[in-house]
């Protein structure tokens, strides 16, 4: 199956805040960002902790605005993301 998005392409990332382990930080949930780079194919942490199998997927180098995940600052942040925790947010750039 090939990768959901390449670089340049607009993500927003889910606003759930699931039970148990998630990799995706709280205070990225609902962030908007771009897709820098694929950083790779590896099984969901979410599932392996809590025991499931899981079949590798896309994770990303995502590129937030500092001031879209902390109400200010003019520098970016990059977060390491699987495919599950994104969705599309507009076209790419």
Partial sequence: MPDRFVAGDRVR???ADPPGHTRLPRYARGA?????ATAGHHPL?????????SAPRAVY?????????FGDGEHAV??????DYLEPDGSRS
């Fill in 13 to 15: 990332t889910r606003i």
């Fill in 61 to 69: 180098h995502v590129r937030f605005p500092a001031s879209e995940l």
């Fill in 78 to 83: 990059v977060v390491e993301l699987w495919e």
């Fill in 32 to 36: 908007r960002g771009e897709i820098v």
């Fill in 45 to 53: 942490a979410d599932e392996r902790a809590r025991g499931l199998g």
